[in-house]
Each structure stands twice: as structure tokens, then as C-alpha cells.
């Protein structure tokens, strides 16, 4: 499955553009199943040198991610330019017995830093983990 998104918006202030790609991939072999999607994305915004421009921020593109079990919608903001790579893993080994891992690596090409106060993260690449155990009685 693939995904492509492209936004053209016009402002007083001049232009603004971005585009993502996003291509998944699912493998099940029971009692596993795999589903991994990488996704490159670019909403930067050329900054113009005059002085009396205001400052522009990049677009934001919004994709549906799949996530673990029960927890809801799950839509990513993309803005800036970098990959972001996600794989998730749903392993029932029993009828009652579900375990489920998901692990995201976001690397930006256009920042040293991510986030802001107490969430600032140094460096370009932001790691998530989720981890759920169901069980069914």
C-alpha cells in the first residue's frame, strides 16, 4: 500500500509546499504478523532573506499509522523533512494470549534538536517503543 500527499498553499507572505511518501508493508505467518511502513516526508519552507518577510512555518501532512491494539486512531503529523520508519509486531501464540511491540525510528534531515522544554530531545532521531500484553478470559 502506498500513500502519496502533496500541498501547494499561497499566502500574502508568498508560497508554501510539501509532499510525503509512504509505502507499507504486512506479512502474516501465524501466529505472527509483521507490518512495517517507511515514510519521507518534506515540508520545509525556503525562507526568503528580505526583512520584512514574516517567518514561515513548514506544512504539516497528517497519515493514519497503525498502532497497537484498542488504542484509538492514530494520526502523524509530518513536518520538516526526514524518514520516519515504524514496524509493528502482533505475535498470539493462544486464542487468549495477544502480544504486541511497536518501534518507530523519525530521523530529520533539517534539525539537531526535537521537541521543546522538558521533551527536548539533542540529536536528529527520536526512538518510540510501545509494548502491550492482552489477555482474554
Do not use: M
Amino acid at each position: 500500500h502506498t500513500e502519496v500527499q502533496y500541498t501547494h498553499q499561497h499566502h500574502d507572505i508568498g508560497p508554501k509546499q510539501g509532499y510525503a511518501v509512504a509505502q507499507d508493508f504486512v506479512c502474516k505467518v501465524r501466529p505472527i504478523q509483521l507490518r512495517a511502513r517507511i515514510a519521507y516526508f518534506n515540508t520545509t519552507v525556503q525562507q526568503e532573506d528580505k526583512p520584512n518577510k514574516k517567518k514561515r512555518k513548514s506544512l504539516p501532512l497528517h497519515f493514519y499509522e497503525h498502532n497497537v491494539w484498542r488504542t484509538g486512531f492514530n494520526f502523524r503529523q509530518y513536518q520538516g523533512h526526514g524518514l520516519r520508519c515504524c514496524l509493528l509486531a502482533c505475535y498470539k501464540p493462544l486464542t487468549t494470549i495477544r502480544l504486541e511491540a511497536k518501534y518507530v525510528l523519525t530521523h530529520y534531515y533539517d534539525r539537531d534538536r526535537i521537541g521543546q522544554g522538558l521533551e527536548e530531545i539533542k540529536g536528529a532521531r527520536k526512538h518510540e517503543l510501545t509494548l502491550q500484553a492482552i489477555y482474554k478470559f
